[in-house]
């Protein structure tokens, strides 16, 4: 089966980094946008532009939304660090970005036959809507890491990537986009812990030191925020392995809609999950398993490849 064609939209860090490795080797990659979120845009696109590097990808990567639609940006630096890639000793950008403007390269780069992988806020993929109402019925389909069916991270109820820009989250989910959504009820399944770390590290190359110590700087910053400690849920491949892989996922159709108002809850993704609901209102398929140990192995191939 050919490689399926992505575009990835992402806010490297840590885990979209790992994201964009797995959809050079697995995807027919066309293009990646950045986006606030993680940290800053320049950080964001700096960081793809590393990422472009250490995996070979010499396509278009293209700046975008500086914050989300409504209110000034809030960075994941808590996780992720002042440069979004904290740990490893970044390496020198070999590379710079494309010019041009995130979400008119999605217009333009994102054809029927495009998955469009979603690992960051959702600001360019609203823009992008709002911008040709024809582009949500146009792509194949967006992959969003975000959400939750259960609880979140930045808050008790909203995951990071939807609770940055709720608003960008609301006009994706009601933009009749053929939808796929893998919340924090399925990413924290997929643990990376020390001993995979350590197998990662001794394969002893200069992007597996890299991989390595970018890992294990992201376990050191889940385990100061876990109950669980020694661990850390990869969650941005998901969404790429989702359309890679698809038989690693299980999934639900279910009606999502993206709280805005809410004191407690701005943010959430509610997901119609009731026995009694009606499926033909369903907008999204929403994960609810994942073959983590398969996930891992992709992972540690992948950077065993470079
Ligand atoms: O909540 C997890 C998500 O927020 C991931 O995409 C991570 O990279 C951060 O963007
Ligand atoms: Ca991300």
Not at 133 to 145: D, K, N, T
Not at 277 to 294: E, F, K, L, Q, Y
């Amino acid at each position: 089966m050919a490689a399926p064609a992505v575009v990835i939209d992402c806010d490297p860090g840590h885990d979209d980094f790992l994201a964009i490795l797995l959809a050079q080797r697995f995807a027919d990659l066309r293009g990646i946008t950045t986006v606030a979120g993680n940290t800053s845009v320049a950080n964001t696109t700096r960081n793809a532009c590393i990422a472009a590097g250490m995996c070979g990808f010499r396509g278009p990567v293209v700046a975008g939304a500086a914050g989300p639609l409504l209110g000034e940006p809030q960075f994941a630096e808590h996780v992720h660090g002042a440069s979004g890639l904290d740990g490893p000793e970044l390496p020198a950008v070999t590379r710079s970005a494309n010019e041009g403007e995130a979400s008119s390269f999605l217009i333009d780069a994102c054809g029927p036959e495009t998955w469009l992988i979603a690992t960051g806020p959702l600001t360019n993929v609203a823009l992008a809507i709002r911008r040709d109402p024809g582009f949500a019925a146009r792509l194949a389909g967006i992959s969003v890491m975000g959400g939750s069916t259960s609880y979140g991270n930045i808050t008790p109820t909203a995951e990071f990537n939807i609770w940055a820009d709720p608003e960008a989250a609301s006009i994706v989910f009601n933009s009749g986009a053929r939808l796929r959504m893998v919340g924090l009820n399925v990413t924290h399944t997929v643990l990376v812990d020390w001993p995979f770390v350590q197998r990662v590290r001794e394969l002893d190359t200069p992007p597996a030191r890299f991989a390595g110590d970018l890992l294990a700087a992201f376990v050191t910053a889940y385990s100061k925020m876990s109950r669980q400690p020694g661990f850390a849920p990869i969650h941005d491949p998901c969404a790429l392995l989702w359309i890679t892989h698809p038989g690693l996922f299980g999934s639900v159709p279910a009606r999502v809609d993206i709280e805005l108002a809410g004191a407690f809850t701005r943010g959430m993704t509610v997901v119609d999950l009731r026995e009694a609901a009606d499926i033909t209102a369903a907008n999204a398929d929403v994960a609810m398993s994942a073959d983590s140990a398969r996930v891992l192995d992709l992972l540690y191939e992948t950077v065993s490849a470079l």
